[in-house]
C-alpha cells in the first residue's frame, strides 16, 4: 500500500509539473522520475496516462532543444523497457523499490503504446515505438515474444509512413525525429517491414537531415564561420581556441543526435536509394549530394586552415590547436565523406543494374557522382580515402560509366581542368583539386583522342613534372608523371609519343631523385621501353630508342651515389602498383642500386636482338654496386626476371642460353673478373679443379 501511495504521489508530481508549464531545470529534473515511474505503476490506465503526457506536454515541447528533446523522450521509454526487464529478471537483486507488481511484461508494453493517442502528432509515436524496440531488443537477447515484437514492428512503420503521408514531415524538427529514431532500429526490422517503408516520401527527408539542417551541416556554412575565430598569436602561428564560439558550436553538432548517427542515417537512406520506385527522385537527390559538397568545398575555401597545406601545419598553426580543435573538425569532416560515399555506393549499384533508369540517367550519375568526389577530396586526400574500399568502387564505377560516354566525358573533363592552365596554383584546395583532375583523367587516355589527350593532360601534367624538389608537391608529381606515361601508352597516341617522348625522357632523368621516388622512376622507364618495343608503331621509325634510353640510364650509373636515399613520405600514385604489388617492395635503395633495378626492370620488354646485348651489361653493372645487402637485392630481382614468367617464351630461350653456357651465371654472382680464362671445350675441367 505504501508503496502504491509514493508512485501515485509522484505521478501526480510529475504530471502537475508537465501540465503547469514549469521551469525547464524542474522539468529536467522531474523526468528522470519518469523512467522509475513508468516501471512501477501497476496501474495500465496510468502508464497510459503518463505515456501521453510525456508526448504531449506543453512544457517538454513547446520549446523542445531539437533532437536532444527527441532524444530524451526516446530514452525514457528505452530505459523504462530496460529496467522491466531487469526487475521481472532478477527478482532478488538489491533495489530501492518493491518487487511486487501487477502488470505482466507485454501487458505494460500493450499500455504504453496505448498511451500513444491522438493528443500528439503521430511522429512522437515514434518516440515510445523505438524506445520500446530497443529496451526489449536492442541488446540482442529476446526479452519479449514474437508476436509483440512483430506488432511493435509494423507499428513503427506504420507510424512512420502515416506521419510522412499527412506532411508532417514538413516540421524540420518533426523529419529529422522521423529519420534519427528510425535508423536507431532499423536493423531491428524484419524484411518484410523494410519494404513497407514508403520510401519515395522517406528518401527526401534523410537526404535533408544531415547535410542541410540546422542540427546537421547546415549546407557546410559552419566551416566559413569558423574563420572569424582562428586568429594569429605569437608571430606566424594560428590558434582556433577551444574557448571560441564557433568551436563550442562545432563541438555540439558533432556531438548532436545527427551527427553522431550519421552511419547509421546513410544506411538507412542507402536502403531507400536501393529501394526506391520512382527513380526520378534519384536524380534529385544526386543534384542535392552535388549542391551541398560543391557548398562545403567553397564554404572551406573561405576558412584561413584551408590557406595551410598538411604538411605545413606544425608550423602555422597553435600546438592547442593541432591537439584539439582540428582533429574535431576533421573528424566530423570524415564522418561526413563516409556517410556520402556509402550512399553513392547504393546509387550505382542501382544504376548498374536497374534498367528503369532512362539512357541519359547512367552518364548523369556518373558525372554527378565525380563532382561530388571532387568536391570532397579536400578531405579524402587528407585521409587516405583510396584505402576505403567503398570509395574505390564508387570512383572506379563512376569512370567505367562515363567511359562509354566520350562526349559526356570530354565536356566533363573540359569543366574540372585546373583554372590556372600552364601554372601550379598557391592555394593548397588548388592544388587539391589539381591533383585530383590528374588521378581521374588518366583513366580516360583511351577514350579520348590524340588532340583532347594532348590539350587536356599533357598541358595539366607539364607543369608539375620538371620543377625542383617540394615535398608538398611529391604526390602531385608522381600523379602528372602517371598521367604521361598513361598518354603515352595510349595506343591512339603513337604520334604524342614520336612528339613527346624524348622531352618527357630528359625531364624524367632531371627530377629523379628530387622529386620523384624510386617506385615511379622505375615504372616510367620501365614502360617507356615497353611502349617503344615492337610491335608499338615508333619502333619502326626509332628502333634503338629502347637501347637509347637503357643507355641513358647507365650513363647515370656511373655517376650514381651508393648512400641510401631517403624514402618520400607521400602515399603512391593511383594505379601505380596495380600491375605487381610485389614489384615495389624494396628495402631502402641508393641511388645506384636503383639504377640497376631499373635496367633489370626493362629487360623483359627490350627486342631480341638487344636484349641479347644488354645481358651481359647489366649483368657488369652489379659489380658497380658497394653494399652487400642492395647487391643481394639487385642479384634477387635479376633472377625474379629471369626465371618468375616475366619473359616469353623466346625472350627465355635466350636467357637460358646467356646462364647456362655464355657465362651470365658467374658473371652475375661473381663478376667478369672472377670467370676463368679460357677458352675451355664445354664440359672441360678447370685447373684448381681436383679432379
Given at each position: 500500500?505504501?508503496?502504491?501511495t509514493?508512485?501515485?504521489?509522484?505521478?501526480?508530481?510529475?504530471?502537475?509539473?508537465?501540465?503547469?508549464?514549469?521551469?525547464?531545470?524542474?522539468?529536467?529534473?522531474?523526468?528522470?522520475?519518469?523512467?522509475?515511474l513508468?516501471?512501477?505503476?501497476?496501474?495500465?490506465?496510468?502508464?497510459?496516462?503518463?505515456?501521453?503526457?510525456?508526448?504531449?506536454?506543453?512544457?517538454?515541447?513547446?520549446?523542445?532543444?531539437g533532437?536532444?528533446?527527441?532524444?530524451?523522450?526516446?530514452?525514457?521509454?528505452?530505459?523504462?523497457?530496460?529496467?522491466?526487464?531487469?526487475?521481472?529478471?532478477?527478482?532478488?537483486?538489491?533495489?530501492k523499490?518493491?518487487?511486487?507488481?501487477?502488470?505482466?511484461?507485454?501487458?505494460?508494453?500493450?499500455?504504453?503504446?496505448?498511451?500513444?493517442?491522438?493528443?500528439?502528432?503521430?511522429?512522437?509515436?515514434?518516440?515510445?515505438?523505438?524506445?520500446?524496440?530497443?529496451?526489449?531488443?536492442?541488446r540482442?537477447?529476446?526479452?519479449?515474444?514474437?508476436?509483440?515484437?512483430?506488432?511493435?514492428?509494423y507499428?513503427?512503420?506504420?507510424?512512420?509512413?502515416?506521419?510522412?503521408?499527412?506532411?508532417?514531415?514538413?516540421?524540420?524538427?518533426?523529419?529529422?525525429?522521423?529519420?534519427?529514431?528510425?535508423?536507431?532500429?532499423?536493423?531491428?526490422?524484419?524484411?518484410?517491414?523494410?519494404?513497407?517503408?514508403?520510401?519515395?516520401?522517406?528518401?527526401?527527408?534523410l537526404?535533408?537531415?544531415?547535410?542541410?539542417?540546422?542540427?546537421?551541416?547546415?549546407?557546410?556554412?559552419?566551416?566559413?564561420?569558423?574563420?572569424?575565430?582562428?586568429?594569429?598569436?605569437?608571430?606566424?602561428?594560428?590558434?582556433w581556441?577551444p574557448?571560441?564560439?564557433t568551436?563550442?558550436?562545432?563541438?555540439?553538432?558533432?556531438?548532436?543526435?545527427?551527427?553522431?548517427?550519421?552511419?547509421?542515417?546513410?544506411?538507412?537512406?542507402?536502403?531507400?536509394?536501393e529501394?526506391?520506385?520512382?527513380?526520378?527522385?534519384?536524380?534529385?537527390?544526386?543534384?542535392?549530394?552535388?549542391?551541398?559538397?560543391?557548398?562545403?568545398?567553397?564554404?572551406?575555401?573561405?576558412?584561413?586552415?584551408?590557406?595551410?597545406?598538411?604538411?605545413?601545419?606544425?608550423?602555422?598553426?597553435?600546438?592547442?590547436?593541432?591537439?584539439?580543435?582540428?582533429?574535431?573538425?576533421?573528424?566530423?569532416?570524415?564522418?561526413?565523406?563516409f556517410?556520402?560515399?556509402?550512399?553513392?555506393?547504393?546509387?550505382?549499384?542501382?544504376?548498374?543494374?536497374?534498367?528503369?533508369?532512362?539512357?541519359?540517367g547512367?552518364?548523369?550519375m556518373?558525372?554527378?557522382?565525380?563532382?561530388?568526389?571532387?568536391?570532397?577530396?579536400?578531405?579524402?586526400?587528407?585521409?587516405?580515402?583510396?584505402?576505403?574500399?567503398?570509395?574505390?568502387?564508387?570512383?572506379?564505377?563512376?569512370?567505367?560509366?562515363?567511359?562509354?560516354?566520350?562526349?559526356?566525358?570530354?565536356a566533363?573533363?573540359?569543366?574540372?581542368?585546373?583554372?590556372?592552365?600552364?601554372?601550379?596554383?598557391?592555394?593548397p584546395?588548388?592544388?587539391?583539386?589539381?591533383?585530383?583532375?590528374?588521378?581521374?583523367?588518366?583513366?580516360?587516355?583511351?577514350?579520348?583522342?590524340?588532340?583532347?589527350?594532348?590539350?587536356?593532360?599533357?598541358?595539366?601534367?607539364?607543369?608539375?613534372?620538371?620543377?625542383?624538389?617540394?615535398q608538398?608537391?611529391?604526390?602531385?608529381?608522381?600523379s602528372?608523371?602517371?598521367?604521361?606515361?598513361?598518354?603515352?601508352?595510349?595506343?591512339q597516341?603513337?604520334?604524342?609519343?614520336?612528339?613527346?617522348?624524348?622531352?618527357?625522357i630528359?625531364?624524367?632523368?632531371?627530377?629523379?631523385?628530387?622529386?620523384?621516388?624510386?617506385?615511379?622512376?622505375?615504372?616510367?622507364?620501365?614502360?617507356?621501353?615497353?611502349?617503344?618495343?615492337?610491335?608499338?608503331?615508333?619502333?619502326e621509325?626509332?628502333?634503338?630508342?629502347?637501347?637509347?634510353?637503357?643507355?641513358?640510364?647507365?650513363?647515370?650509373?656511373?655517376?650514381?651515389?651508393?648512400?641510401?636515399?631517403?624514402?618520400?613520405?607521400?602515399?603512391?600514385?593511383?594505379?601505380?602498383?596495380?600491375?605487381?604489388?610485389?614489384?615495389?617492395?624494396?628495402?631502402?635503395?641508393?641511388?645506384?642500386?636503383?639504377?640497376?633495378?631499373?635496367?633489370?626492370?626493362?629487360?623483359?620488354?627490350?627486342?631480341?636482338?638487344?636484349?641479347?646485348?644488354?645481358?651481359?651489361?647489366?649483368?657488369?653493372?652489379?659489380?658497380?654496386?658497394?653494399?652487400?645487402?642492395?647487391?643481394?637485392?639487385?642479384?634477387?630481382?635479376?633472377?625474379?626476371?629471369?626465371?618468375?614468367?616475366?619473359?616469353?617464351?623466346d625472350?627465355?630461350?635466350?636467357?637460358?642460353?646467356?646462364?647456362?653456357?655464355?657465362?651470365?651465371?658467374?658473371?652475375?654472382?661473381?663478376?667478369?673478373?672472377?670467370?676463368?680464362?679460357?677458352p675451355?671445350?664445354?664440359?672441360?675441367?678447370?685447373?684448381?679443379?681436383?679432379?
Amino acid at each position: 500500500m505504501a508503496a502504491a501511495t509514493y508512485t501515485d504521489r509522484s505521478l501526480a508530481t510529475l504530471l502537475r509539473a508537465l501540465q503547469s508549464g514549469s521551469d525547464e531545470k524542474d522539468v529536467s529534473r522531474l523526468l528522470g522520475s519518469a523512467i522509475t515511474l513508468l516501471t512501477l505503476l501497476s496501474n495500465p490506465l496510468n502508464v497510459s496516462l503518463l505515456t501521453s503526457q510525456l508526448l504531449s506536454a506543453p512544457s517538454i515541447w513547446q520549446r523542445p532543444d531539437g533532437l536532444r528533446t527527441t532524444i530524451r523522450i526516446l530514452s525514457i521509454f528505452s530505459s523504462a523497457a530496460k529496467n522491466f526487464v531487469q526487475l521481472e529478471d532478477s527478482p532478488n537483486a538489491d533495489r530501492k523499490f518493491p518487487t511486487k507488481r501487477g502488470l505482466a511484461r507485454e501487458e505494460w508494453a500493450i499500455a504504453v503504446v496505448k498511451g500513444a493517442d491522438d493528443r500528439s502528432p503521430r511522429w512522437r509515436h515514434l518516440c515510445v515505438l523505438a524506445g520500446l524496440l530497443l529496451g526489449f531488443e536492442g541488446r540482442g537477447e529476446q526479452s519479449i515474444s514474437k508476436s509483440l515484437r512483430r506488432k511493435l514492428e509494423y507499428a513503427m512503420v506504420k507510424a512512420v509512413n502515416l506521419a510522412l503521408q499527412e506532411g508532417e514531415a514538413s516540421n524540420e524538427l518533426a523529419g529529422n525525429s522521423i529519420g534519427m529514431m528510425l535508423s536507431h532500429v532499423f536493423d531491428l526490422l524484419n524484411d518484410t517491414e523494410k519494404t513497407n517503408l514508403n520510401n519515395d516520401l522517406l528518401l527526401p527527408i534523410l537526404v535533408h537531415a544531415p547535410l542541410f539542417s540546422k542540427e546537421g551541416l547546415q549546407y557546410g556554412y559552419f566551416l566559413s564561420t569558423i574563420d572569424s575565430d582562428v586568429v594569429q598569436r605569437g608571430g606566424m602561428k594560428f590558434d582556433w581556441s577551444p574557448k571560441s564560439s564557433t568551436y563550442v558550436q562545432c563541438q555540439r553538432m558533432a556531438t548532436g543526435p545527427l551527427i553522431a548517427s550519421l552511419g547509421s542515417l546513410s544506411r538507412l537512406t542507402a536502403f531507400c536509394v536501393e529501394s526506391v520506385p520512382n527513380a526520378h527522385l534519384l536524380s534529385t537527390m544526386i543534384t542535392d549530394l552535388s549542391a551541398f559538397t560543391r557548398s562545403l568545398c567553397v564554404q572551406w575555401r573561405q576558412n584561413k586552415l584551408s590557406e595551410i597545406d598538411i604538411m605545413e601545419e606544425s608550423m602555422y598553426l597553435s600546438d592547442e590547436s593541432l591537439r584539439s580543435t582540428i582533429p574535431l573538425l576533421w573528424r566530423v569532416l570524415q564522418s561526413t565523406m563516409f556517410a556520402v560515399v556509402v550512399v553513392l555506393r547504393s546509387l550505382l549499384g542501382r544504376v548498374l543494374g536497374d534498367n528503369r533508369i532512362s539512357a541519359d540517367g547512367a552518364p548523369f550519375m556518373a558525372i554527378q557522382t565525380l563532382r561530388i568526389l571532387r568536391n570532397l577530396y579536400f578531405i579524402s586526400s587528407r585521409l587516405g580515402a583510396n584505402n576505403f574500399s567503398q570509395y574505390t568502387f564508387v570512383f572506379l564505377t563512376a569512370i567505367d560509366i562515363l567511359s562509354q560516354f566520350p562526349v559526356q566525358a570530354e565536356a566533363f573533363l573540359r569543366e574540372i581542368r585546373s583554372s590556372s592552365a600552364g601554372g601550379i596554383p598557391q592555394h593548397p584546395l588548388d592544388r587539391c583539386l589539381d591533383l585530383y583532375f590528374l588521378n581521374t583523367t588518366e583513366h580516360f587516355t583511351t577514350v579520348l583522342s590524340p588532340e583532347l589527350n594532348e590539350e587536356l593532360l599533357v598541358g595539366a601534367a607539364i607543369p608539375y613534372l620538371g620543377l625542383g624538389s617540394d615535398q608538398r608537391l611529391l604526390e602531385i608529381f608522381e600523379s602528372a608523371h602517371s598521367v604521361m606515361l598513361a598518354v603515352l601508352s595510349a595506343p591512339q597516341n603513337s604520334d604524342l609519343l614520336a612528339k613527346h617522348v624524348h622531352p618527357y625522357i630528359d625531364v624524367l632523368f632531371r627530377v629523379f631523385p628530387q622529386n620523384l621516388s624510386a617506385r615511379q622512376f622505375r615504372m616510367a622507364v620501365k614502360t617507356l621501353i615497353r611502349i617503344s618495343s615492337p610491335p608499338s608503331p615508333i619502333s619502326e621509325r626509332q628502333p634503338l630508342l629502347p637501347s637509347t634510353i637503357l643507355e641513358l640510364v647507365r650513363f647515370q650509373l656511373e655517376s650514381a651515389s651508393p648512400a641510401l636515399m631517403q624514402q618520400s613520405a607521400g602515399p603512391p600514385a593511383p594505379g601505380l602498383s596495380e600491375e605487381n604489388p610485389k614489384f615495389f617492395e624494396q628495402p631502402p635503395l641508393s641511388k645506384q642500386s636503383v639504377f640497376v633495378l631499373t635496367l633489370i626492370d626493362a629487360l623483359p620488354f627490350l627486342p631480341i636482338n638487344q636484349l641479347e646485348d644488354w645481358l651481359p651489361i647489366v649483368a657488369e653493372s652489379l659489380n658497380m654496386i658497394e653494399y652487400a645487402n642492395q647487391l643481394h637485392t639487385c642479384r634477387q630481382r635479376f633472377w625474379d626476371v629471369l626465371s618468375n614468367g616475366e619473359m616469353d617464351v623466346d625472350r627465355a630461350a635466350l636467357c637460358v642460353a646467356w646462364w647456362g653456357t655464355r657465362g651470365g651465371r658467374d658473371m652475375v654472382l661473381f663478376g667478369r673478373d672472377h670467370q676463368a680464362e679460357g677458352p675451355f671445350m664445354s664440359g672441360a675441367l678447370g685447373e684448381a679443379s681436383k679432379l
